[in-house]
């Protein structure tokens, strides 16, 4: 499904501030995988995030998604194959708009239909269907501006727009960081229930070591541009928090060491 290969970038290339980014990655995810990926800041996590969705394209590499080769492919291109959230629940909605206005600019662009001034009757219906399922009541708040919801609302609604077509991988940048704890379980409890149904191939960063082990069913670790673990299946099973932090230790040779980081829920 996705396959990155000897992917590199290297900001201020030639200067004292030269900074390697991305060191030689490389990585296949098979379909339907939901991979966490943890590391201290600067790891390259975010970084790696950015080529795959293109907002800026890598120096030396080849990422396939699917099969077909987007390594210099734009990002708006890439946007209709790939679906992002971020931590900033601000980003990738139209405040000023409605909740039904933003579902449907994002199921058009998804589907390549031309746009419309109108919304029809049967993609409200989808709409309200779809937020129904997030359990929050927003399904009889259509036409609510995004810019009034909460933090975990505006979350659970940029999710269901990044999968009301299912998009082909699913990005999700500390999607609940920014938010209080009870409420990053539920858009966590949510954002599970949707990948599972509709078995999307999913990437997600986060701080907090426990929910890296709980969720999906690989872990990746990073360290300076690297990957330096890659646990899956049985062995991700029946790791502890205490067993990662000792295998991160050994293969990059430093104690994880970061006030971000978080060992439980």
Do not use: W
């Not at 790696?48 to 099969?67: K, P, R, V």
């Amino acid at each position: 499904m996705l396959r990155i290969t000897n992917l590199k970038k290297t900001f201020n290339a030639g200067t004292v501030n030269q900074k390697v980014a991305m060191d030689d990655i490389n990585l296949h995810l098979e379909k339907g995988d939901f991979v966490t990926v943890i590391g201290s800041n600067g790891a390259g996590k975010s970084t790696l995030f950015n080529l795959i969705g293109g907002y800026f394209l890598s120096d030396e590499g080849q990422i396939l998604l699917d099969g077909q080769d987007i390594t210099f492919m734009k990002e708006h291109k890439r946007a209709k194959y790939i679906g992002r959230l971020f931590q900033d629940p601000l980003k990738g909605t139209a405040p000023s708009m409605t909740i039904e206005e933003n579902l449907a600019l994002c199921y058009m662009r998804s589907n390549s239909k031309a746009f419309s001034l109108g919304v029809s009757k049967k993609e409200k219906e989808l709409f309200r269907e779809r937020l129904a399922q997030l359990d929050l009541g927003l399904e009889d708040r259509m036409k609510t501006k995004m810019g009034l919801l909460s933090g975990g609302q505006r979350q659970a609604v940029t999710l269901l727009m990044s999968t009301l077509v299912a998009p082909k991988l699913l990005l999700l940048d500390e999607h609940t960081a920014a938010l209080d704890p009870a409420t990053a379980d539920k858009v966590l409890k949510i954002t599970k229930e949707i990948v599972e149904e509709h078995h999307i191939t999913t990437m997600m960063i986060t701080h907090n070591i426990q929910s890296s082990l709980d969720l999906g069913n690989r872990t990746i670790m990073m360290d300076a541009g690297k990957i330096i673990l890659d646990i899956k299946e049985e062995t991700r099973a029946q790791m502890t928090v205490p067993d990662l932090l000792e295998l991160f230790k050994k293969e990059s040779h430093k104690v994880l060491d970061n006030d971000r980081m978080l060992l439980a829920k």
